[in-house]
C-alpha cells in the first residue's frame, strides 16, 4: 500500500537533545513538508521540499532542521535550540508544486522530558 | 497574523441533521481551497477541495461552498453521522504553493 509512514509514534527526549523525526513516502511524490500542531491551534508549517536536495523554511522554522537527500525520505531534527519541543509533529507529501492536496502521515508524538 | 480562519472552535449537532463549518480567509491570492478532517493522534485525511474558479463542489454527503467576494468558504454534511465526529481543518493554498490552515473545529455528532 502506497502511504507515508512516520516513525516512531511517541518520542520522549531529554532538555537540550537533539532528536529526529523520520518520514518516509512511497508515493513518489515530489514535495514533502512538516507542519507542528499544538493543542487549539492549526497546523504551522516547519519546512518543505520541493524537489530533492532542496528545502525551504517555514513559518515556524527555528530550532529546527531537515534534509532531503532521496525522493522518498525528509527527516526532521528538533534541535535543543526549540524552545518548546513539545507537539504533534506531522509530515505530508503532495504530488508536486501544483498540486495542493497533500496527503499525511499517522504523527509522530514529542514530549520533552 | 492569520491568513486562514475558523471563528468556531466548535459545533454540536444531532445525528440525521446538516452540519456547517465556516472558514475566512484573508488573502485574495489564494486559488485553492480544502477540507480536511482528523481524529485524535492521527494524521489529517483529505476530504473535499475547490478552486477558486468554482462556488460549489459535491461529494457525496460533503458539499464544499466557496464565495469569493466575501473570502468565506463553508462545509456542509448532510445528513451528519456521529463517525463524522472529527476536527476539520480548512486550508488554503496559492497557485499550488505550501497550504495555509485554520484553527480547526471540531464536530460532535450526537446520536
Known amino acids: 500500500d502506497g502511504g507515508i509512514t512516520q516513525s516512531p509514534k511517541y518520542l520522549f527526549r531529554k532538555e537540550g537533545q537533539n532528536v529526529t523525526l523520520s518520514c518516509e513516502q512511497n508515493?513518489?511524490?515530489?514535495?514533502m513538508y512538516w507542519y507542528r500542531q499544538d493543542p487549539g491551534q492549526g497546523l504551522r508549517l516547519i519546512y518543505y521540499s520541493q524537489i530533492v536536495n532542496d528545502f525551504q523554511k517555514g513559518d515556524i522554522a527555528e530550532g529546527y532542521s531537515v534534509s532531503r537527500e532521496k525522493k522518498e525520505s525528509f527527516p526532521l531534527t528538533v534541535t535543543s535550540a526549540q524552545k518548546n519541543p513539545t507537539a504533534f509533529y506531522l509530515c505530508a507529501s503532495s504530488l508536486d508544486r501544483g498540486r495542493a492536496e497533500a496527503f499525511f502521515g499517522q504523527g509522530t508524538r514529542l514530549t520533552v522530558v | 497574523d492569520q491568513q486562514v480562519k475558523q471563528n468556531s472552535p466548535s459545533l454540536s449537532v444531532q445525528e440525521g441533521r446538516i452540519s456547517i463549518l465556516n472558514c475566512d480567509y484573508t488573502?485574495?491570492?489564494?486559488?485553492?481551497f480544502l477540507w480536511y478532517k482528523k481524529y485524535p493522534a492521527e494524521g489529517p485525511t483529505f476530504l473535499i477541495s475547490?478552486?477558486?474558479?468554482?462556488d460549489k463542489n459535491e461529494d457525496g454527503r460533503f458539499t464544499v461552498f466557496l464565495n469569493k467576494s466575501a473570502k468565506h468558504l463553508s462545509l456542509h454534511i448532510v445528513p451528519s453521522q456521529p463517525g463524522d465526529s472529527a476536527v476539520y481543518f480548512c486550508a488554503a493554498s496559492e497557485l499550488g504553493n505550501k497550504l495555509v490552515f485554520g484553527a480547526g473545529t471540531i464536530l460532535r455528532v450526537k446520536s
Open positions: 475547490i478552486s477558486s474558479i468554482k
Open positions: 508515493l513518489n511524490h515530489d514535495a
Open positions: 488573502n485574495s491570492m489564494f486559488d485553492y
